[in-house]
């Protein structure tokens, strides 16, 4: 996936907003919580997002695959695609999706409503 497509297929996300921070990074927000990082690892796009715990446990140690610099180091269950073989574009899609799943649900009903999140 390159950083245009991230970009793109995190903006279809409701209620998604972007901004640009950190040395450059693509940061999208659903709210005030971040879902979803592009930034770069030795001048290739790296790739952030939440995981449930199983993902963490199951994906942190396979190749192209990291615990998040920082965010895991703080005990956030947050990974980092850097390389290959990393995932497919199919399977960073469906875990960019959880993530966005994930932030949502800690969301308040009020800000849900807000940004024209369905309840639940």
């Known amino acids: ?7 793109t ?8 907003n972007h901004v640009v921070q950190w040395g450059n990074a ?25 995981a449930s715990d199983i993902a963490y446990e199951v994906l942190q140690d396979q190749p192209g695959i990291r615990p998040a610099p920082y965010l895991a180091s ?5 990974l980092q695609v850097y390389g290959p073989p990393g995932l497919s574009d199919d399977a960073l899609h469906d875990h960019i ?18 940004l024209g999140i369905a309840p639940g």
């Not at 659903?30 to 770069?40: D, L, M, N, R, T």
């Not at 703080?74 to 947050?78: D, E, L, Q, S």
């Not at 959880?98 to 009903?109: E, F, N, P």
């Open 1 to 7: 996936m390159t950083r245009d497509e991230f970009n």
């Open 9 to 16: 297929f995190c903006a279809t996300f409701t209620g998604s």
């Open 26 to 50: 693509d940061v999208w927000k659903v709210g005030p919580k971040i879902f979803a990082i592009c930034g770069w690892n030795d001048g290739a796009d790296a790739f952030v997002f939440k």
């Open 74 to 78: 703080r005990g956030m269950k947050w």
């Open 97 to 114: 999706a959880a993530s966005y799943d994930m932030v949502t649900r800690k969301l308040t009903r009020a800000q849900r409503a807000e």
